[in-house]
């Protein structure tokens, strides 16, 4: 089957209900919930960039087994221009959420994809699995389907140790091996986009070490959102049911994160693509280099949002008239110069890019993790606080869509109007910069920046051990025992 249509995605989402929960309310159709349903449409759109006339040969690759054309994010790359042609295609899937929606798909598909370029990896558990591995990625590729995962498990307690306190009543366990397949129980963290995605992928998270005996945690498998005992439990919706005007943002980009219950869930053999082997499990990342390719993704992503960030800040500044504020031309100054580096640090993955031991081109890790590591933990958490620098009151003197049709009207228009900018234009940029700043859609995209990628305290740990200084130590050490 070629790349999907939108409406071919709704179609598969209301043919297969799965078990969601929101507030209290059992979901019947998530194409339909008022909470969700944005998200759907925006997930919806990206589809149908893929055939969109003028888009269509940007957006997908002949696949390898049919000829017709499916979505890029699936394509193995193997040379430069596969990854540079990558790159366009997430970049226009990315502006289509102004960076907003993390789970555009083609972060999901990175993940598959690079494993099936490194599917050697697989079969080093057991042969099976590599078939497992292939089958499933080409299952993804031909029908185009949607991916969640949850990769950590709930703990009752966070001692510090090098492993997880994982009991079984509570983190995802296998429980039970059968025929049929593998039956796991228990529950997992977070899974973005899963009311409104086709399949959940389980797999161990890197930042979570599993300890050398931990067989029952240790597995990695991809079933059907709507498989029997699988669970949903949403957050609340940040799609508060307002007009694009007022909520510009929540609106349209509620990817909804969920915890996710599994009640004694049979996973196929054929789904199953490690088990039992920790060692594996914990170094999937680098061994399939899966981290070289999602990190990819998601820097190509941060670099939109940085964009975004910076011509949203120029706007309210030309809307405001602050541009010759010495002040104010620093705080743009310092957007433009994390612009440059999220850019440098794209840039320097692709120059340094490099064949793994499987053929597959695999983008250098060192800026790819730069560059993501200080755009959670500092770059973006300071881009917002920099457009409530430059918007102060104007992101509270903010009147609804519904005033300009109200009797308050002729004063909304008379006294928000400025120099450059009526009334009307310059309430619909501020709600805009509102809700990329103060709203809770903005709160939780900074959660999300600081949190995706596992946890930023364990990943700097791995780092610091993981790094090879000693080159650094050495030039320290020839400089200490110089003779002059
Ligand atoms: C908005 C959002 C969306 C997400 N989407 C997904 C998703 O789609 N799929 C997915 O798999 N995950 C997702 N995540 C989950 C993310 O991977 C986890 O939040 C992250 O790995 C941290 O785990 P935790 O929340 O369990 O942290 P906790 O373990 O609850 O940590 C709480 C605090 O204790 C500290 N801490 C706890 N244990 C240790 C330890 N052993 N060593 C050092 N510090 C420790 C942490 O630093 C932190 O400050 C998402 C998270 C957020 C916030």
Redesign the pocket.
């Known amino acids: 089957m070629p790349a999907r249509t939108g409406q071919e995605y709704i179609d598969e989402l209301k043919n297969r209900p799965r078990e969601v929960w929101i507030r209290g309310e059992r979901v019947d159709d998530v194409t339909t919930h008022p909470g969700l349903k944005n998200g759907v449409k925006a997930v919806a759109a990206l589809y149908d960039m893929q055939h969109d006339p003028t888009l269509r040969e940007e957006m997908t690759f002949a696949s390898p087994s049919t000829g017709d054309p499916v979505g890029l994010s699936f394509q193995i790359p193997r040379t430069a221009d596969d990854l540079m042609r990558k790159r366009e295609m997430m970049s226009r899937w990315a502006w289509a959420s102004c960076g907003m929606m993390g ?1 555009s798909p083609d972060f999901m598909n990175s993940i598959f994809t690079a494993w099936a370029g490194s599917a050697d990896y697989f079969a080093q558990d057991r042969p099976e699995f590599k078939k497992n591995v292939l089958n499933y990625h080409e299952f993804l590729r031909e029908n185009d389907v949607t991916l ?5 498990n709930l ?1 009752r307690s ?1 001692t ?2 090098s492993a997880d306190n994982l009991t079984e009543e509570v983190a995802l366990t296998a429980v039970k091996q059968t025929d049929a397949g593998l039956v796991v129980r228990g529950s997992r ?4 986009l899963g009311p409104i995605s086709d399949e959940i992928a389980i797999y161990p ?1 890197a ?2 070490r599993l300890a050398d005996d931990d067989w029952k945690h240790s597995f990695s498998f991809s079933i059907p959102c709507d498989t029997p005992g699988v669970k949903f439990l949403c957050r609340e919706s940040l799609d508060q049911g307002r007009s694009h005007f007022d909520h510009p943002l929540g609106s349209r980009f509620e990817e909804m ?1 969920t915890v996710v219950f599994f009640d004694n869930v049979l996973v196929p053999w054929e789904r199953v693509f490690l088990l039992g082997n920790v060692e594996l499990c914990n170094n999937y990342g680098t061994g399939t280099m899966s981290n070289s390719h999602t990190g990819y993704q998601v820097l190509n992503r941060c670099l939109v949002k940085t964009e975004f960030m910076l011509g949203l800040a120029d706007l309210i500044v030309e809307t405001l008239g602050s541009g010759s504020i010495p002040h104010i031309q620093e705080q743009v100054a310092e957007l433009i110069t994390y612009r440059d580096m999220m850019r440098a640090c794209l840039r320097a993955a692709e120059a340094d890019a490099r064949p793994n031991q499987y053929g597959m081109l695999c983008p250098a890790m060192g800026p790819i993790q730069a560059g993501r590591t200080l755009f959670g933990r500092t770059l973006y958490p300071r881009m917002i606080e920099i457009i409530q620098l430059l918007g102060t009151s104007s992101l509270m003197a903010l009147p609804a869509e519904a005033d300009f049709e109200s009797g308050i009207a002729p004063e909304v228009n008379h006294y928000l109007a400025t120099d450059s900018t009526d009334a009307w234009e310059r309430s619909k940029l501020f709600h805009l910069a509102w809700d990329a700043s103060c709203s809770s859609f903005s709160g ?1 995209q900074v ?2 920046e600081r ?2 990628g ?2 930023p ?2 990943n700097a740990m791995m780092l610091f051990s993981n790094y090879d200084k000693e080159p650094f130590r050495q030039q320290v050490r020839a400089f200490l025992n110089a003779d002059d």
């Open positions: 789970r969640t995962h949850a990769l950590v703990q966070r510090p140790a963290v977070l899974a973005t998270v930042s979570h994160d939780r959660l999300y949190m995706f596992g946890n305290v364990r």
